[in-house]
């Protein structure tokens, strides 16, 4: 068990509907990542937030908005679902935003199919 | 081409050692890592590597890497099938502010 938390671990929906994915970091993590896992694609990074601020920018489409709230959880807001959007849906936290090392503590996942 | 790159799969028998390559571009590469992921689990870190070492050995992993030729591979020892999973490499840098660049992953299949 990593420590980190994400809800809900199945979700299914049709194409053009709106879904949030919810993350918990470790306790005393900072630092929250989202990345998406597809076949084709691989592991592509989202979005960083540390702290509440957004720090970094991966390939996260404009349909997708993410932010972290102050008790350090966060949320990934998918709208317009694509077929194409349907993944696993990974949230990871870290204790630094900057450095050299940087462990990163990866929940279960959220696999997100769009029918 | 992609930044870091895996063959998609291996298969090895019970006992043999399995050797994972990755290659990747980016010289400036500070720390690279081999996560693992069981079926229906998130990645976990298995070990790292600074850049300015060579080999890095824990219990039966073993960690090469080759700066020059940006190639870096992981040994398991005597692999198991409780070894089998998809390793991910992953190199971070100051310029991607140290985010980890993930390969697609190698599907490791220890057969008896």
């Known amino acids: 068990d990593s420590g980190v938390t994400q809800t809900p671990k199945h979700l299914i929906t049709a194409t053009g509907q709106r879904v949030t994915l919810r993350c918990s970091p470790r306790?005393?993590?900072?630092?929250v990542y989202w990345y998406q896992q597809s076949l084709d694609q691989g592991l592509q990074f989202l979005i960083q937030?540390?702290?509440?601020?957004?720090?970094a920018k991966g390939n996260i489409l404009e349909r997708f908005s993410a932010q972290q709230f102050p008790d350090l959880h966060s949320e990934l807001n998918l709208s317009s679902l694509e077929l194409g959007d349907s993944a696993l849906y990974f949230c990871?936290?870290?204790?630094?935003?900057?450095?050299?090392?940087?462990?990163?503590?990866f929940g279960p996942g959220t696999r997100l199919t769009v029918l | 081409g992609e930044d870091v790159e895996q063959s998609l799969f291996l298969s090895v028998r019970e006992g043999d050692s399995s050797v994972i390559n990755c290659t990747y571009t980016?010289?400036?590469?500070?720390?690279l890592y081999w996560y693992k992921q069981e079926p229906g689990a998130g990645l976990q870190l298995l070990t790292y590597?600074?850049?300015?070492?060579d080999m890095k050995q824990d219990q039966r992993l073993t960690v090469l890497l080759n700066k020059k030729d940006k190639h870096l591979s992981l040994r398991i020892a005597d692999t198991q099938t409780g070894d089998s999973a998809i390793y991910f490499c992953?190199?971070?840098?100051?310029?991607?502010?140290?985010?980890?660049?993930f390969g697609r992953g190698t599907s490791l299949i220890v057969h008896p």
């Open positions: 990871a936290s870290s204790v630094v935003y900057r450095g050299a090392y940087n462990e990163q503590f």
């Open positions: 306790s005393g993590d900072l630092s």
């Open positions: 937030y540390y702290n509440g601020e957004e720090r």
């Open positions: 980016d010289s400036s590469s500070t720390y």
């Open positions: 590597i600074f850049s300015n070492m």
């Open positions: 992953a190199e971070s840098n100051s310029g991607g502010s140290y985010i980890p660049t």
